[in-house]
């Protein structure tokens, strides 16, 4: 998956399309990302009433936004001099 653990990104659609955030848990073997104040669902738990859970969202509906040039861009990927793979906004190249 090419969103990361404390990425900030866009919502591209549902509920809170527009809104930006960051992402507070990734879950890979599902593909699920939980977005901190997105996808807020009330829950009725016996005892403590109705209460507001947060439920994950498909990383297909988010776009990350470039920390240098703070853009909503696509991820690119390229191989650094050390032979690892480094991430890189596809708009200004610079390294997410």
Excluded: H
């Excluded at 399309?17 to 960051?22: C, D, N, P, R, S």
């Excluded at 498909?58 to 861009?73: A, D, M």
């Excluded at 650094?80 to 890189?88: E, H, L, Q, T, V």
Aim: aromatic share 4%.
């Amino acid at each position: 998956m090419k969103i990361r653990l404390n990425d900030t990104v866009k919502i591209l659609s549902g509920n809170s399309k527009g809104k930006t955030a960051k992402v507070t848990k990734v879950l890979s073997s599902k593909e699920k990302l939980y977005v901190d104040g997105i996808n807020i669902k009330k829950k009725f738990v016996k005892g403590q009433g109705i209460v507001d859970i947060q439920k994950p969202i498909n990383p297909s509906i988010v776009s990350l936004v470039c920390p240098k040039c703070g853009k909503q861009t696509r991820i690119g990927f390229v191989i650094n001099d050390k032979g690892f793979k480094d991430r890189i906004c596809v708009k200004c190249k610079s390294v997410v």
